[in-house]
């Protein structure tokens, strides 16, 4: 590895930590993270698995903080809970 590829993996590690540390600050009422994508566009990542929220899933429903997966197993868990 060289000097350059070092930095690069240092600056991605800084704004992973800096998206983690945004995403553990959340609460379900809490706005959506927005990001840069890859190709520097603003980009809303799901609270739970941190992938980019589909834009079909945010035309359906402009403020979800979850894509459909993770809110379908977050409902589930809630339900369980409930049940308890």
Known sequence: MDAADIAEERI???LELNRRAALDMMKPDMPQVVVAGE???PTIICYDCEEPIPMGRLDAYPTAIR??????EHERYLAAEARR
């Open 67 to 72: 894509c459909i997966d993770c809110q379908i």
């Open 12 to 14: 991605e590690h800084e």
């Open 39 to 41: 190709d520097g566009a």
